[in-house]
């Protein structure tokens, strides 16, 4: 993972920032974001974590599917240098999409061992069905304890739960790690993943919603409207910026109300 910038480098930076904005009269509105370990704590004390994933892999023929079983044992995870809410310089989480985590690979290969032979339509929908029926749709208020909060693939994995955000940010690591292009679909309060099929210069997509039960179907789910299309890796730099000048915005804040 390509993780956020230290939040002893930035904090000076923040500031001057923050400062030197304010001097042209401008006004900077974030949403102060609750930490990595009082979320994280906060899901342990309501979750019962397993390390069985029980999830419906497609046949080959895609006429039906078979019950399939995973363990998986989730290590800990140092991911408190990431931003975890929206701002107004990162409206989405595609920082967060990691094929290259172990346990994201894990899941590759055993989706990809269940499909051998099977188009490529039919491993992306396995991919599909592992998160819809593996993971369960759950807000982030009742699973994190806050509003918003942008879980890390292993962390949807670890707690077999998430919302659109982490179920699509999970989606888009495995189908990585299995070989597959895809991208964040931003909707108004909605996201979702498009798979891209084919090398052409204007490549046909498949929708795949993470957060039901519904198959893929071509494009980009126009009954949701016109969705803002993230590809991982183009907004890296100013994510990892925008992450640190967040986090560090959080922190002078807790300095001046010395807390």
């Excluded at 998986?72 to 990431?82: A, M, N, W």
């Amino acid at each position: 993972m390509s993780g956020g910038i230290p939040l002893r480098s930035i904090t000076a930076v923040a500031a001057i920032s923050l400062l030197a904005l304010a001097g042209f009269g401008t006004v900077l509105v974030f949403e102060i974001p609750v930490t990595a370990d009082e979320a994280l704590h906060h899901a342990e004390n309501v979750s019962d974590p397993g390390e069985v994933y029980l999830w419906k892999c497609p046949t080959s023929d895609g006429s039906s599917y078979t019950n399939e079983r995973l363990e998986l044992d989730i290590p800990t995870h140092d991911k408190s240098d990431i931003l975890r809410v929206p701002t107004v310089f990162v409206p989405v989480p595609i920082l967060l999409v990691d094929s290259e985590d172990p346990c994201v690979i894990q899941v590759a290969e055993h989706i990809l061992s269940k499909t051998e032979g099977y188009s490529d339509y039919l491993k992306i929908a396995a991919a599909l069905y592992f998160v819809q029926s593996a993971i369960r749709y759950t807000s982030d208020q009742a699973l994190y304890g806050c509003h918003e909060f942008w879980a890390s693939p292993c962390e949807t994995l670890h707690f077999h739960k998430g919302d659109c955000e982490d179920t699509s940010v999970l989606l888009m690591s495995i189908l990585g790690a299995m070989g597959y292009d895809s991208v964040l679909l931003d909707y108004d309060g909605h996201e979702a993943v498009g798979v891209r099929q084919g090398d052409q210069p204007a490549p046909d997509y498949l929708y795949c919603e993470t957060a039901s039960d519904e198959l893929m179907k071509p494009g980009f789910g126009d009954s949701n409207g016109v969705p803002t299309v993230y590809v991982p890796g183009e907004t890296s730099s100013l994510m990892g910026y925008a992450n640190g000048i967040v986090a560090s915005y959080r922190n002078i804040i807790q300095r001046v109300a010395g807390t």
